[in-house]
């Protein structure tokens, strides 16, 4: 729908080029999620398919993230201009794999006068490996609230990168801290990350925490005017952060993940309230309400660095611990 082109109004400008400067992991990503349109099918062509590339992900396998942005890009290729996605809800249905493409077909469930609604399956090797449905909607005024952002939380200046972290580590890197040194996202925690040690924070309970303050933009300025890519490299920046309140209260690292604690994305629901730009800070406050049956529940309001609250965030996924 909308064209990914620069905008000299959206902050600061664009260091050079990929012409005058090696590709980095943000390039990389902006290129999968450039996707490549293939013929229509479906009985009555009312479906769309278009077909992308994966960036490295953990464990030679896609990133989730990734699956789900490109489904968004995928289906914003097919509603009238001047519509958003304001919702989705996903379900990650089998593993992705990287060195093959992934086609995503799109399928017009609804034109209505103020919405959208499109189903988008991602496909590999005949079976789908996401199914997503998501709504779209004309920009319209209405009533509006929203809770606050907590007042109580450090500027992202203030609080250490996980670049920093990530570029010290002990004994080398793995291909999972690799990925997380790789990515086209910067993060700041609040009190730490988990990357290497569990947190050792205790709640008057006697038992962890299960939340989280997480600082997040894109690692350098993307000169992109597109709402919709910036909302679809949200979803796709969020999805290594959700369940992360979960391993808080189980006192548990990415390292313990890595070695001993299979753990994996089930659903993905999200809603966006306001415009979003992810090469501006965004602060992540996020909460675990459960865990049983060997899947947890993760949730995160979004937030601007001006306070707005331009988005909502909810994954269940496995993460088998002992009981």
Known sequence: MDATTPDPTAGTPVSGTTADRAP??????????????????????????????????????????QVLAQAIIAADRTVPDGRQIHSLHGY???????????????????????????????????????????????????????????????????????????????GGVDARAQFWADSAFELRHVGGSLYLHPDTAVADGGTPPATQLVWMRARRPLGIKSQAMHRALLAFACDQLMLEPAMRAAGKSWQDVAVSVPMASLD???????????????????????????????TAQVYRQDGALVASVGQEGMIRLPA
Do not use: C
């Not at 999620?33 to 896609?62: I, M, Q, T």
């Not at 499109?118 to 709504?135: D, E, N």
């Not at 920009?139 to 500027?155: F, I, L, R």
């Open 92 to 170: 990650f249905l089998r593993e992705g794999r990287v060195e093959e493409p992934i086609d995503f077909a799109v399928e017009r469930l609804r034109d209505g006068r103020s919405f959208s609604a499109r189903r988008t399956h991602a496909i590999q090797f005949g079976k789908p490996i996401l199914s997503m449905i998501a709504s779209f909607q004309e920009d319209q005024p209405g009533y509006e609230h929203a809770m606050p952002m907590p007042h109580d939380v450090p500027p992202p200046e203030e609080v250490g990168s996980s670049l920093d972290e990530l570029a010290n580590l002990p």
């Open 24 to 65: 980095d992991a943000l390039d990389r990503l902006l290129e999968v999620l450039d996707l490549r349109h293939l013929e229509g099918w479906g009985p009555r062509g009312e479906e769309d398919v278009l077909r992308g590339d994966s960036v490295p992900g953990p464990a030679n396998r896609a990133y989730g993230g």
């Open 268 to 298: 993905h629901g999200m809603w966006w309230h306001r415009d979003v730009w992810v090469d501006e800070w965004m602060l992540f406050v996020q909460t675990s309400p459960t865990a049983q049956g060997g899947r947890a529940l993760g």
